[in-house]
């Protein structure tokens, strides 16, 4: 079946430090990858998506490429701020669904 | 723009009483999801609706039941609540089936936190 695997959290990095969070996918033909973000006390938001493969979704300095070869649709931002600390989840849509990873923490210290 | 309501946004209940949250989609969207999202959880799939017809059924206890009306919204009802039920629900909407290929995308409410005591 369909499944999202994302690296355990809590992450914690410095201010300006390089983010990558790691998702992979397991899923039957072509699923739409999203991220999604929580910050603290909120609702899910769609941080940013992809449709296809090689696709690049982008959004407030976050990236994510959909690579089909790799089944992997890893986040990262160049330079990361307090008011990114919030949990991320990694999904992909499939049959009425969203299929979640588990969430990974981010913690930004200044 | 218009985005998912959801209502209320808080709710305190006892045990083995009943509760009935209640999710707006954004205008023409057709397809409804309720998730349920325990404390440090990641969301758990409930029940999906498609064009008022239940589409999909994920972990949703017999003692819940959903439907979406003619107006496209929908409600969860929840009877025999157990602390274990306190959690964060979300309602998220979307404009036809989601398929590998679509560009269709899920949108979200801001949930309805349920506290059981």
Redesign the interface.
Known sequence: GNSVTQMEGPVTLSEEAFLTINCTYT?T????L?W?VQYPG?????LL?A??ADDKGSNKGFEATYRKETTSFHLEKGSVQVSDSAVY?CAL???????????TKLIIKP | AAGVIQSPRHLIKEKRETATLKCYPIPRHD?V?W?QQGPG???Q?LI?F?EKMQ??K?SIPDRFSAQQFSDYHSELNMSSLELGDSA?Y?C?SSLG???????????????TRLTVV
């Open positions: 899923a033909g072509y699923p739409s999203f999604y909120e609702g899910l938001q769609l998506k449709t296809k989840f849509h499939s049959n009425y669904q969203l299929i979640w990873g588990a969430g | 397809t999801y998730y959880q990641d969301p799939f999906s498609y589409s999909d994920g964060l979300f998220a089936v989601v398929t590998g290929t679509s560009n269709t995308e899920a949108f979200f409410g801001q949930g």
